[in-house]
């Protein structure tokens, strides 16, 4: 019997991370966003556990969008190496401050990170519905600035990176909102393989359920992305925004 419920198991998280990695390439996010209050509520996982599982599945995901979307987008390298750099110095910073906070303050502020992001979409979204290009605001060479607080995001709550990259590169710097997505990916990278270490290093990591969530995320991601270009910009960042506001309101009944 535990044989068989090992494989149910494992045979869940297989078909959850599917579902985690479509959505995670359709936004952007790599999963990891819904994975972890998931992961809270599933299986009762603190706060810190949830997040190093969750990045075992973003990491391979990400990585597969980056490349999904560059396929179909022009990509600034230069400026997305430079978010890159940044991402990899404060991530690692932040992630070996967030192992030592409890897991309870991590929980309540993740929450709150949540529904500051959601107001801020909902603010955009007032904002009349444009096809045009976006104009840029603030000069390309601040773009590692980016990189520096989605790092510290990436550290403290494993998927904080490519939420305020996107809306940071489309407003300020004049990306598109698939461009600024497919470079929220790339600087979500390095972030996460920093931070994935950091917490394995700590024992915050559940293997068994991350593997089986990576190996579904890995067979999804690419048709999420695929479906991500098919939407208007518009409808994807409501879904961005709805997504954000479920998880926020999940995380805070979970308090």
Known sequence: MPDQHLILTVVFNLIMGVGLGAVGGLLGIGGGLIAIPVLTFLYGMDQHLAQGTALVMIT????????????????????????????????????????????????????????????????????????????????????????VLSGAMSGLFTVGGGLVAVPALVSLFGATQMQAQAMALALVIPGSIVALFTYAHAGHVSWITGIPLAIGGITSVSWGVALAHKFSPLKVRVLFCSVLVATAVMMLLQK
Do not use: C, E
């Open 60 to 147: 391979p995901n990400v990585l597969i969008g980056f490349i999904r979307y560059r396929q179909r987008n022009q990509i600034d390298m230069g400026a997305t190496g430079g978010l890159a750099v940044a991402t990899i110095i404060t991530s690692f910073i932040s992630a070996r401050f967030a192992s030592m906070v409890g897991a309870h303050s991590l929980q309540f502020a993740f929450a709150i990170f949540l529904i500051v992001l959601a107001v801020y979409f909902l603010w955009q979204l007032r904002a009349r519905a444009s096809t045009a290009a976006p104009k840029a605001a603030v000069p390309k060479k601040f773009i590692p600035a980016v990189g």
